[in-house]
């Protein structure tokens, strides 16, 4: 019989480590410069505590919550992904279903393995699409278009990728566009058996949702960058321009994001932000519904603010007006109550659910949802109190020596 699942995010997460290869490792769980916001995202929140009460009589604390105009079994769901085929084949399939067993939603990626239709089809409920205003207008309606003709409900803007950030160890690793695939590196692949059969089950890695030409397409699957990879890339400038026409137009500016904002009707939500004077502009000029308070999991600009201490500015400055959520460093059930004590809506969790589909496919980041809500259920039983919706500050106890 199969041996007990591990029991905690970092468990999964070093079970992930030793069943990827050097170039997937590196992109799906490393950051920008010196990792020191990746840390930084999670150590921010252990500078907080929590409030005990006893003999409340609380058993069964209330997880629900409404997230993105949608009730949720829990206030988590789960952040966009780009290429997390290289995490499983069934990459946002899984994800997809691993958030409806568990009662939540997930955000499909711009940059997602599977065609925003596919994953439609292969799921039951309406899920959220994160936008990555690429190219030009035409491109972004045309695919905002895709995404309420296939019943996604919310939208979510991503605007901190106006150039990518410099990830040393994907670089390092291999994880150029399109991948340099040294004797050394493809051994390391090569070592890694089931990650190999995990993966390469399907030709793409990645969608194309933004290639439009048969030739694009082409360097945008599998065997294109193979192919590639071994008649040698071309130079560094050349790939990492074509890398970039996937994310955003380095010269977006708020009129760009308010023409997004007349594109589509339904809930919309500025992703990356974390000044409160862009969230004031997001919420206050644009008409966003929300912010997700977000450094990209640290994989963007190196030393920002960790978005657990970005978060209360921005929930002071809009939070009566718009809903807040965050994202990066959450790993446990108490990093959820702290958030919210904070005042975000809920949180979305990355890198923990591709660790779950490194290991297990949509099993795997099914488990990683169980953990994080008994977790968080755990959490609040011991805290004494009722339900998500009545964490607030008062739920933090202060330290000798912390400013109240
Ligand atoms: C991301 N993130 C991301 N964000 C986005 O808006 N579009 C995308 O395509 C991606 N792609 C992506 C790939 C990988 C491998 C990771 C780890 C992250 C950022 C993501 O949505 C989220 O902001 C962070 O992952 C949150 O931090 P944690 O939970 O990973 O610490």
Not at 146 to 171: I, K, M, Q, S
Not at 178 to 185: G, K, Q, V
């Amino acid at each position: 019989s199969d041996p007990a699942p591990p029991v905690s995010v970092e468990a999964w997460r070093r079970l992930a480590r030793r069943r990827l290869p050097d170039l997937a490792w590196n992109y799906l769980d490393g950051g920008a410069d010196d990792l020191v916001t990746v840390n930084e995202n999670m150590a921010g929140f252990l500078r907080h505590r929590l409030r005990q009460r006893c003999l409340t009589g609380v058993r069964a604390p209330d997880l629900s919550a409404t997230m993105a105009g949608e009730r949720v079994a829990l206030p988590i769901a789960l952040a966009p992904t780009g290429a997390a085929g290289l995490s499983h084949w069934t990459a946002d399939v899984a994800a997809t279903r691993a958030a409806e067993r568990a009662g939540t939603r997930a955000v499909l990626s711009t940059a997602s393995s599977y065609t925003l239709e596919e994953v439609a089809e292969a799921t039951e409920q309406n899920h959220w699409f994160q936008l990555y205003p690429f190219g030009n207008r035409d491109k972004v309606g045309a695919l905002i278009a895709r995404a309420r003709a296939a019943g996604y409900t919310a939208l979510f803007v991503t605007v901190d990728v106006p150039v990518v950030g410099n990830r040393e160890g994907e670089r390092t690793a291999g994880m150029t566009q399109p991948w340099t695939l040294t004797p050394p590196r493809l051994l390391n692949m090569a070592r890694r058996p089931g990650w190999l059969h995990a993966v390469f089950r399907r030709r793409r890695v990645a969608a194309v949702h933004y290639v439009e030409r048969a030739a694009e397409a082409k360097a945008a699957t599998l065997a294109g960058g193979l192919r590639r990879a071994i008649h040698g890339a071309g130079d560094d400038a050349i790939a990492s321009a074509e890398n970039q026409a996937r994310y955003m137009q380095g010269d977006l500016h708020w009129d760009d994001l308010a023409w997004m904002r007349d594109q589509w009707q339904g809930p919309l939500y500025v992703k990356g932000v974390l000044d409160p004077d862009d969230a004031a502009q997001a919420v206050d000029r644009i008409g966003a519904d929300g912010i997700v308070v977000s450094n990209h999991g640290g994989r963007q600009l190196d030393r920002t603010l960790a978005a657990i201490d970005a978060l209360p500015a921005i929930v002071a400055r809009v939070g009566d007006r718009a809903e807040v959520y965050l994202d990066g460093g959450v790993r446990r059930g108490t990093d959820v109550v702290t958030a919210l004590c904070l005042g975000a809506r809920g949180v979305f969790i990355g890198r923990p659910y591709l660790y779950g589909l490194a290991v297990a496919g949509e099993a795997g980041g099914a488990v990683i949802l169980e953990i994080f809500r008994a977790e968080l259920e755990r959490a609040l039983v011991l805290m004494g109190c009722p339900g998500v919706g009545s964490l607030d500050r008062s739920w933090l106890a202060q330290r000798p020596g912390d400013t109240p």
